[in-house]
């Protein structure tokens, strides 16, 4: 037991360097991660006056992530795509270039996702633009899906009420005339606050844009 100072100095030893080697060199290369302009001026820096990507959501956006996390819909579905000659997500329209590490900066909680029961939604938002076709999908999954589909029913997020005085509400789903899914003669479907805060979350979910360290290909 002599040789115990020295075996607890050298256990001390490689958990410092495990934590600087993993968190203080990360940290140093990431922490200060910025939104930022598309392009940088002649001495590097952002470009006044620009947009800064990646874009904040809005507050409603926000809230549809609470949504988005509180349904699990993270374990079916990643949002990081990966670059060209890693894998064929840029072929499968998923993004038009790779995601990097400041596309995350204006997230409080990040969900990149583990696996990919389901595609990947990282550009969701420019992919299908329709705000109806997400409240379908979400409705039931077979409206919108050309094959069998293992997502599950979110109908609960909806409410089948009477239509009042003959006009269906504006924010009411619309179906296709010869659809099965369609609520009966005289009643309508319509999204509570929570879906419609998740699909206004998934409409923000947009890689329309450049950075200066993953510009997108011409």
Not at 102 to 117: E, H, K, L, M, N
Request: glycine share 8%; with cysteine; aromatic share 8%.
């Amino acid at each position: 037991m002599k040789n115990l100072p020295l075996l607890l100095c050298g256990i001390l030893t490689a958990l410092a360097l495990s934590f600087t080697g993993l968190i203080l060199a990360a940290y140093s290369q990431l922490g200060s991660l910025t939104p930022t302009t598309e392009t940088l001026d002649e001495s590097g820096q952002p470009i006044e006056g620009d947009p800064l990507f990646p874009p904040k959501p809005s507050g409603v956006a926000q809230q549809g992530k609470a949504v988005y996390i509180d349904l699990g819909c993270m374990y079916c579905h990643t949002q990081q795509v990966r670059r060209a000659g890693y894998g064929a997500d840029i072929d499968r329209n998923w993004g038009a270039r790779g995601t990097v590490a400041r596309d995350y900066v204006t997230q409080a909680r990040v969900v990149p996702g583990s696996q990919r029961i389901g595609p990947d939604l990282t550009n969701i938002g420019e992919r299908r633009p329709d705000a109806n076709w997400h409240h379908l999908h979400l409705y039931n999954p077979a409206i919108t899906s050309e094959a069998p589909s293992m997502m599950p029913r979110y109908a609960f997020l909806y409410e089948t009420r009477a239509v009042i005085n003959g006009s269906a509400s504006v924010n009411a789903l619309q179906f296709d005339a010869a659809s099965t899914n369609a609520p009966a003669a005289g009643y309508e479907v319509v999204p509570t606050p929570r879906a419609d805060a998740l699909v206004e979350y998934l409409l923000s979910l947009q890689l329309n844009y450049s950075l200066p360290e993953a510009p997108i290909p011409e």
